[in-house]
């Protein structure tokens, strides 16, 4: 079994920052691509941030500039820096990754979501 754990949303006043973090557990052999999805009310998941395991990473076009993804292989975490934030980017945050577990399968495993609210 492999769980995701989120942590780090939270209010936040428009131009402010917060770090997001997701820590993978369980019968991992391996971790691929990493990332970042969020959901806004009424709107579609959207892929934020993605980092592969050669540290390759991707942007969606409405934060880069602004975010900067990053991993910790020994920890199997991924971070998610969050910069001069804006009421745009008030979602849920999940956490995803491809991961070779057990069954020696890469299956992609979600985090349960984490509330980031940009708001005064």
């Known amino acids: 079994q492999v769980q995701l754990v989120e942590s780090g949303g939270g209010l936040v006043q428009p131009g402010g920052s917060l770090r997001l973090a997701c820590v993978a557990s369980?019968?991992?052999?391996?971790?691929?691509?990493m990332g970042w999805y969020r959901q806004a009310p009424a709107k579609q998941r959207e892929l934020v941030a993605r980092i592969d395991s050669g540290s390759i990473t991707n942007y969606a076009d409405s934060v880069k500039g602004r975010f900067t993804i990053s991993r910790d292989n020994a920890k199997n975490t991924v971070y998610l820096q969050m910069n001069s934030l804006n009421p745009e980017d008030t979602a849920v945050y999940y956490c995803?990754?491809?991961?070779?577990?057990?069954?020696?399968?890469?299956?992609?495993?979600w985090g349960q979501g984490t509330q980031v609210t940009v708001s005064t």
């Open positions: 369980g019968s991992i052999r391996s971790i691929n691509a």
């Open positions: 995803y990754a491809l991961i070779r577990d057990a069954t020696d399968f890469v299956k992609q495993y």
